[in-house]
C-alpha cells in the first residue's frame, strides 16, 4: 500500500497563489493515479485534478486554466500548484493515490482565500 500526506495550505487573498504537495511513501510504484479534491463547507467532496501513472492530466472545468497538478517521480510528491485563487476555491484538499481496487487518502490541508 501507499501512503499519502499533504501540506502546503494556508490563508491568500483572492488572485494569489498556492502550491500543495503530496508526498506518497510506502510501496510507490508509478502504477498509482493519483488525485486532489477538495471540500468546501456545506459541499459534497468535488474532484479537482489528476495525474495518471503516464504522465496524462486532467482537470474539473472550475479550475482548467489556474491550477495545475505536477508529479516528482523521484521525489514521490505530487503537487498542486494553484494560481488566481478565487474566494470559491476555500476548502480543505485532500490527495489521493489510487491503483484498482486500493485507495490511499491523506487527511487534508485548508486552503482559505479571502476576498
Known amino acids: 500500500q501507499v501512503q499519502v500526506a499533504e501540506s502546503g495550505g494556508g490563508v491568500v487573498k483572492a488572485g494569489g497563489s498556492l502550491r500543495l504537495a503530496c508526498v506518497a511513501s510506502?510501496?510507490?510504484?508509478g502504477a498509482w493515479t493519483h488525485h486532489w479534491y477538495r471540500k468546501a463547507p456545506g459541499k459534497e467532496r468535488e474532484?479537482?485534478?489528476?495525474?495518471?501513472?503516464?504522465?496524462?492530466?486532467n482537470y474539473a472545468d472550475a479550475v482548467k486554466g489556474r491550477f495545475t497538478i505536477l508529479r516528482d517521480t523521484v521525489e514521490n510528491t505530487i503537487y498542486l500548484q494553484m494560481n488566481t485563487l478565487k474566494p470559491g476555491d476555500t476548502a480543505v484538499y485532500s490527495c489521493?493515490?489510487?491503483?484498482?481496487?486500493?485507495?490511499?487518502w491523506g487527511q487534508g490541508t485548508q486552503v482559505t482565500v479571502s476576498s
Open positions: 489521493a493515490a489510487k491503483w484498482g481496487p486500493y485507495e490511499s
Open positions: 510506502g510501496e510507490t510504484h
Open positions: 474532484w479537482v485534478a489528476s495525474v495518471s501513472s503516464g504522465g496524462i492530466t
